[in-house]
């Protein structure tokens, strides 16, 4: 006889004769031990005899245990679920792919066809409006705050018309956008709010947590984040009443509430702002989950060491008035510091960020200007938008990032390597003040 899982609707039957597996093919040991491979890599006499004796304790270990009856949506989902609920103080987040997934919830609850318009800020990751461009609507680009590269709301006001459907402001490296004047906006036009908040699990806006503020937020839980669910993973989370119908947005609107006739449940349609509309599959594994638990409990250690590394290299870019260094916490904002927003004044440096970048790559420092504005990909010309129109009505855009910024790694550094790369930007501007 087998146990079954109560929470697996499939193969809830109790006590029986004939078992029915909840999960086709369990892994083996040897499954196992390749995964223990994976995460902790390595070769080498030492590392080999090592790893055979972690073979032996799994095999003893296997033999003593049982493989789990769920492999997704089960205990682990639900229970990190809960965590964010309670670090957030909101109810129903829900646990998914990948931020992107959330990103098309809200735009299906926004009801986004042909011909509907998207405001998303012009520097930012392709995901942002990879839905928007799926259904047909146009995007439209808002130019970015010349100080934080956040969604200007004042160029999201001029870009607004009676096609607008959407707006979603992105928290670039962490630093929270100006959301008041957004949401008034929104309200004031009736048009939903989707914060792209991939890089701000953690971040406080006026007392209040990212992803608490606009009408949906979709968090990335992706390799490169502050932390990861094992590679992927995301969190949406919604203030409307529609909270209620995020787990059947997620899953093929399953309805274990009711059921048809001689079957064990019901599919339905979810209700969007302006109808129905059928939901997709972002169903999340029990592995993402538990890889986001793990990291979940160390996230305000990972923020606070984030944060003084910026704290740090602040401190010291201040001593150069050619650098415009990355803002730092207040009263009211609050950043995840998930990367290091560099700035320079070209005149005063002798020269503009492309020649920067290249000298600190030529002294063996990674910078990455992490973004690019959207437009300038080949989709877009694809898809018939005007270029040439689109980067004269982003002004800011194309100033900041052909001429002033670049971003710096903040995580995964001793303090030596963090004074190094400090020395290596002053170093750099110095040589351009000097002509050379």
Known sequence: MSDKNSSDFRYNTGEVQVP?????????PEDILEFVRFLIQGDGAAYETAFEKTREAITT??????APGKLSLGDKVQEIEQKVDSYLGIKDSTFITNATAGFEIAGKYAGLKEGDEVIVPAITFIATMSYPLSVGAKVVFADVDPYTLNMD?????RKISSKTKLIIPVHIGGWPVDMDPIMALAKKHDIVVLEDAAHAFGAVY??????TIGDFASFSFHEVKNITSFGEGGIVTCTLPFNEELKKAR???LDMSRSIKNWLYDVTAVKGKYGYFAPGNSSSTEIQALGLLRQFGRIDDIIGERRGNAEFLTKIFSTNPAILPQKLDSDKIKSTYHLYLLQIDPEKAGGDI???KKKMTDRGLTNIPHFAPLYKFKILKQLGYDIESIEASCPVTEEL???RFTHLPLYGLSRDQIKTMSEIVLASIGEMQEGK
């Open 20 to 28: 029915w597996a909840a999960v086709g093919e369990n892994y083996s």
């Open 61 to 66: 270990l296997s033999g003593l245990g049982s």
């Open 153 to 157: 709301p004042a160029d999201v006001e």
């Open 206 to 211: 006026k007392g209040r947590k990212i992803g």
């Open 251 to 253: 899953f093929l609107g």
């Open 354 to 356: 492309q020649v920067l």
């Open 401 to 403: 990032f052909n001429r």
